[in-house]
């Protein structure tokens, strides 16, 4: 947890992150290889194409501190999830542009 925190500090500084395996991209066949060995079922063909607005959807997330250290968190009220604790988190709908969703 120590790394994700300095990670997030380094970005929140204006350092570039640091890449590592973790975060590391597979290609849409090698997901689908993982999956075959697993003995699932790919969920996409391996013809997909993403488009972007279309068939690829933008999650955004924020981590926002105070001086003090105090991570702000949001209680869910979906009767889904009710009472549980996220941070700060959604979803941007078709037809919603990125740099104005609040």
């Known amino acids: 947890m120590s790394s994700v925190i300095n990670q997030l500090e380094d970005l929140l500084e ?3 992150p640091v890449v ?3 975060y590391v ?3 849409l066949k090698q ?3 993982v999956q075959i060995a697993k003995g699932i079922t790919p969920s996409a063909p391996a013809n997909y194409v993403p488009v972007t607005k279309k068939t690829v959807t933008y999650i955004v997330m924020a981590a926002i501190t105070n001086d003090a250290g105090d991570v702000l968190f949001m209680q869910e ?3 889904s999830c ?4 996220y941070l700060p988190a959604g979803k941007v709908e078709p037809g919603e542009d990125l740099e104005v969703v609040n």
């Open 77 to 79: 009220a979906k009767s």
């Open 31 to 33: 997901q689908n290889e």
């Open 14 to 16: 204006g350092l570039d």
């Open 20 to 22: 590592t395996e973790d």
């Open 25 to 27: 991209d597979f290609t």
């Open 82 to 85: 009710a009472g549980q604790w």
